[in-house]
């Protein structure tokens, strides 16, 4: 792909999440297009459906946060390491949910794509490694499972509006308490 082509579909991408977490599934392809300052043409051009440019935003938004928990995760404290993964995937929670969730199951009726799917356990094992590595020095709940910490974030995301900045700080502040984190 040139150069200018994979500007563009970097531009689309972004565009892409933010009128899809602000709209959900009534964001249109247009203004995805006016918003990264392309014409509809490219946007289809790079992704031939709405569904392909959902899941491709999707798959992502999952690699920019694999990469911030492997990011984070890679600190020297465990436990604050983890507690600032925790606040950014608080944080982030609500866009990956809007994100997810406008994604019907795959063709085959067997849940998410490969690509998604993919993403989805890259993004798993970072936030796993990350509580594991807290654990390992004391600074998380030794019975504490990844599985907790995704419902966890998951909740969150689903009760906070992005603009609540504070009271999330304290609900994730609350969460942590309750996970044996040191803030």
Do not use: C
């Not at 490694?129 to 974030?153: F, N």
């Amino acid at each position: 792909m040139r150069r200018d082509g994979a500007a563009n579909k970097e531009k689309v991408l972004l565009a892409a999440e933010h009128v899809f977490a602000a709209k959900g599934a009534a964001a249109s392809t247009e203004e995805v297009a006016r918003q990264a300052g392309v014409s509809i043409a490219t946007v289809f051009r790079h992704f031939p459906t709405k569904h392909a440019l959902i899941e491709a935003t999707a798959v992502r938004y999952l690699e920019k946060l694999t990469a911030e928990a492997l990011r984070l995760a890679d600190r020297e404290d465990p436990g604050k390491a983890f507690a600032s993964l925790v606040r950014t995937l608080a944080a982030a929670g609500p866009v990956k949910m809007t994100l997810l969730d406008l994604l019907p199951p795959h063709d085959d009726g067997e849940g998410l794509s490969r690509p998604v799917t993919e993403a989805v356990d890259a993004f798993r094992a970072a936030l796993d490694g990350a509580l594991h590595r807290a654990q390992a020095v004391g600074a998380a709940r030794p019975e504490v499972t990844g599985d907790d910490i995704s419902l966890l974030l998951r909740a969150l995301a689903h009760a906070t509006d992005l603009g609540e900045g504070e009271a999330l700080d304290r609900a994730v502040g609350i969460v942590l308490d309750g996970l044996g984190v040191p803030r």
